[in-house]
């Protein structure tokens, strides 16, 4: 349980920050961009792929075999075309393992967090940007300062939805390393316990922990809510 709340801890930082600056970084720079929607199609269409289906891909692209055998998997066969030696990159080293799995959520996750962002930011008046600019801003003064402030209510918002997703990932883990090489998370332990030990005790405590997480942020989110109704 000590790995698995490591690993959820490391999920949620990780997976959580990069999900949102991506997504928001897409947003801003796909609104100048002459084919804006077919790229943010190709970003979403990640999103359109259970995880179940997303980390059996994944579980190719990161395959191993050892040295001297034929690499059937993408990461290993481009190194081996460089002459580097091939990785095991699920099975060598805990950080790296859990980064290669926290980068397939990613990979998922940013084309939700892209069009939530990117409607909000349509949504500020140009005029604001132009006032700036003609105040003599800069393109990033004009983001810190205008672009950022405007949208930081939706980023919460989006920032606390990809927290409550990560808290109970489970699909991508079971299915690329079912929480072996100290890979294992939260919601795994507890579908292991139940179904694999048949601790019903355990599996229903780690539940009951695992809701006990989720509740903060889910105020948290309420609590936002509430504060920009009252502004309108």
Known sequence: MLTAFRNNALWVVVFTTFTVSFGLALAVLLDRVRYEKIIKSIVF?????????????????????????????????????????????LIE?????????????????????????????????????????????????????????LLKPTAAVVATTMVVTVLKIFDIVYVMTNGNFSTEVIANRMYKEMFNFRNFGRASTIAVILLLLIIP???????????????R
């Open 217 to 231: 942020v889910m105020l948290f989110n309420i609590r936002r809510f509430r504060e920009q109704e009252a502004i």
């Open 45 to 89: 269409i990640p999103m359109a792929i259970s995880m179940v289906g997303a980390a059996t891909i994944w579980k190719f692209v990161y395959a191993f075999r050892p040295a001297g055998a034929s690499q059937i998997g993408l990461l290993n066969a481009i190194a081996g075309v460089f002459g580097a030696q091939p990785v095991g990159w």
């Open 93 to 149: 080293r805990p950080w790296i393992n859990n980064l290669c799995l926290i980068i397939v959520g990613i990979w998922m996750w940013t084309g939700f967090c892209m069009v939530i962002l990117s409607a909000a930011y349509k949504n500020i008046p140009r005029e604001l940007m132009e006032a700036a600019r003609i105040d003599g801003a800069n393109e990033w003064q004009v983001f810190r300062k205008v672009i950022l402030p």
